[in-house]
């Protein structure tokens, strides 16, 4: 059952009786919530996973405030495995708060906020779409851990990396938004509904996007549907997965001679399907690097039809998980091979694949130094 057509009621006065009426827990599901126990939660910690996964206790502790009202009950049976029941369900958890928020931060817009701006003081708030980079917090820019650090409520997706969220400010609140295969904690409707319900309330609202928010991020749609309500937006740039990973691993996405050019892939569809593998045609080319994101599930037969239409099943490539993070894992292989050795090595989500000649000049490519000196002596 899609709420995207409650989440307006976020803007309407706070009200108990609206918050019953329109998210009633299902009659079928006799349930109660305990802290972080009733939605099936998932023991991962920052040990096991950098980023913050779907149902996750770290999830539920950093989100906490939203489940007030909850923390006494009993004890419960788990949810049905059911992602739409289980979403719907946390979702009408997460309301009586996210009301009160609202309440709190437009009194203290109308009450002038304590502070001398007078007219200004009682317009909508600011909203900064931050880029937090690949994972690895040393990568945010200063200018990023000022904006997270200053606000009111920050709305992050998955992979937003723990370590990030360890610098957001005491006296703010978090609001997870991320997205799976299979799990959309927030539709993108929902999550444009937020924005725009807190900003009006005043808040400085923060989205905090993995890698950069303009690259894949859906930060343009973001952009756009505040711009249209009247709302000030800022975008603090991250850096994006190509570049930070590419760093990491010592490529070099061009290189004189080797490739004059990069390219940036999505092996993600919006519908889900596998539209984005007909760009192979024009992609097919011995002088590009190609940098593919969300594209595990689609790589096999993305490989196959680049070689189809002209690369090299020897072209040199990776793939590499939580890239950055000290979790990263990565496979090197030829073009041809790179499929199978990511199911070898069981790579998962978020996974980029980087293909072209200047992944042999990495330090940790396997096959022979010669490779690389050869293309570096051709390029002179």
């Not at 997706?157 to 299979?182: F, I, P, Q």
């Not at 073009?335 to 070898?344: G, N, P, R, T």
Request: glycine share 8%.
């Amino acid at each position: 059952m899609a709420l995207v057509n409650k989440l307006p009621s976020l803007s309407s006065p706070l009200s108990s009786s609206s918050s019953s009426s329109q998210f009633r827990k299902p009659n079928s599901l006799a349930f109660h919530f305990n802290q972080v126990r009733s939605i099936q939660t998932q023991p991962f910690s920052s040990s096991s996973s950098p980023f913050t996964e779907k149902h996750s206790i770290d999830r539920y502790q950093r989100d906490n405030w939203l489940y007030n009202n909850q923390l006494d009950q009993p004890n419960s049976c788990p949810l049905p495995p059911d992602p739409d029941s289980i979403r719907d369900y946390d979702i009408a958890l997460q309301l009586p708060e996210l009301k009160r928020l609202l309440r709190v931060l437009r009194e203290k817009r109308e009450g002038g906020g304590g502070g001398s701006g007078g007219e200004r003081s009682k317009g909508p708030g600011n909203v900064f779409l931050v880029g937090t980079g690949p994972g690895d917090p040393e990568l945010l820019t200063v200018k990023a851990v000022r904006v997270i650090q200053c606000a009111d409520l920050l709305l992050y997706d998955r992979l937003v990396s723990n370590e990030v969220l360890n610098l957001v400010g005491a006296d703010a609140r978090l609001l997870y938004v991320g997205k799976t295969a299979g799990y959309h904690s927030r539709t993108q409707e929902e999550i444009h509904e937020l924005l725009l319900s807190f900003a009006e309330a005043g808040a400085n609202v923060v989205r905090l996007k993995g890698g950069d928010p303009l690259v894949f991020g859906r930060g343009g749609e973001e952009m756009d549907f505040l711009q249209q309500q009247g709302i000030e937006v800022q975008v603090i740039p991250g850096i994006t997965a190509a570049s930070g990973i590419a760093a990491e691993l010592g490529i070099p996405l061009t290189h004189r001679g080797v490739a004059n050019s990069v390219r940036f892939l999505t092996g993600h569809s919006k519908k889900g399907g596998t539209d984005p593998l007909f760009v192979a045609e024009n992609a097919a080319d011995p002088d590009s690097t190609l940098v593919v994101y969300m594209g595990l599930s689609t790589f096999p037969s993305l490989a196959l039809k680049l070689m189809h239409n002209g690369l090299s099943p020897d072209t040199p490539a990776t793939a590499v998980e939580r890239g950055t993070t000290p979790q990263q894992r990565m496979v090197f292989a030829e073009l041809k091979d790179l499929a199978d050795e990511i199911i070898l090595a069981q790579l998962v989500s978020p996974t980029l694949i980087i293909i072209g000649q200047v992944v042999a000049l990495s330090p940790f490519w396997p096959h022979s130094s010669k490779e690389a000196f050869s293309l570096v002596e051709e390029a002179r």
